[in-house]
């Protein structure tokens, strides 16, 4: 009812006053303080608040913050990170997810199971890698140019992904309704993407402009809102991400006179949707199925970040970058991704994960979204003292040297 909501508000409000100055006086990232938070008014604290009646709209925080990546890169240089695109997100999915897959079957899983849990596990938070990248300004860095490449595969591979699941389902399939089932959700999603395109290209400028005219700047925050939730919710429709969406629409929009304006408009929507979008997650960690097996869980959680951190590491050294940007970028993707929370549950009524092993390892996903902020910020610390500890190079000699100096 209206008065549960507010004092849902309210619990959030106040808890987001408390958490962020607590972590900033602790050296720690908002995002840290943010889970921490949801987890003391949730079901697992005060129970003041309801997870569920707030995550569906937080989740919007995540889409209008792809949206404002969006629109500062433009099309040109998204084509230019291609290779890293398909070239390090492919090898970071594909690695990740075959090392914890075989994990997973050592420990008992069957081969479905283990190959679900695998993939899922694999992806990264893209809610935590993008905050922690704007907090540091390092999403523009050689290294968080990679890490944003690496996220957006991961954003493309979620359908095959959830193609994947019935294929994978135990008992007698139709494989060939399977196949095509997902010719047809391949087909659907090229033309959500295509009508993005078109409509972005031909359609948002004009109208744009025309409200430019009308001078009412209440009718052009509204309308940014319905681009984004507009490209967001038909990509989910044919069941790509909703975060993918928004970031195409924000792509088209990168070229446009409205760009700043636009920026300015969703910007102060995003700060707040994001903050409580950290919440809901920290909510959502349930103590009922953790504490019980805690030792196990943490135990996986700090396995599955060693694995995720030392696979990017390794394929950061491989492309020549430093150490520093390699401890970064592992750091940053460690965390479990979103998708967990959903390809977790559709494995369950799948068949092919149990109620115990769904529930553990939805707990142990939610714990790694609490370490990887943590690793990063203990990198940041790190790094500056290996610098110091570092032997001076030797001066260059010049003595022989008698060129001319230009002023």
Known sequence: DDHTLFISALAFLVAAVVAVPVARRLGLSPVVGYLAAGIAIGPAGFNVADPTTVIAVAELGVVLLLFLIGLELQPSRLLSMGRYIFGLGTAQLLITGMVIALVAWLLGFGIAGAIITGMALAMSATSIALQLLGEHNDLSSGYGQRAFSILLFQDIAIVPLLALVPLLAPGESDLGADATATLLKAAAALAAVSVIVVSGRFLLNPLFRLLARSGAREAMTAAALLVVLGAAGLMATVGLSMALGAFLAGLLLSESTFRHELEANIDAFRGLLLAVFFMGVGMSLDLTVLLPHILPVVLAALMITAIKFLVVF??????????????????????????????????????????????????????????????????????????????????????????????
């Open 314 to 407: 390794l394929l950061y050294r491989t492309d020549h970058r430093t150490d520093a940007d390699a401890l970064r970028a592992g750091a940053v993707l460690m965390p479990a991704g979103e998708f967990a929370f959903v390809l977790f549950p559709l494995a369950l009524a799948n068949g092919i994960l149990n109620r115990e092993q769904a529930e553990l390892l939805t707990a142990t996903a939610a714990l790694t979204m609490m370490i990887g902020p943590l690793v990063f910020a203990g990198i940041g610390r790190l790094l500056p003292r290996l610098r110091h500890a570092e032997p001076e190079p030797e001066p260059d000699d010049f003595t022989d040297a008698n060129g001319r100096v230009l002023v």
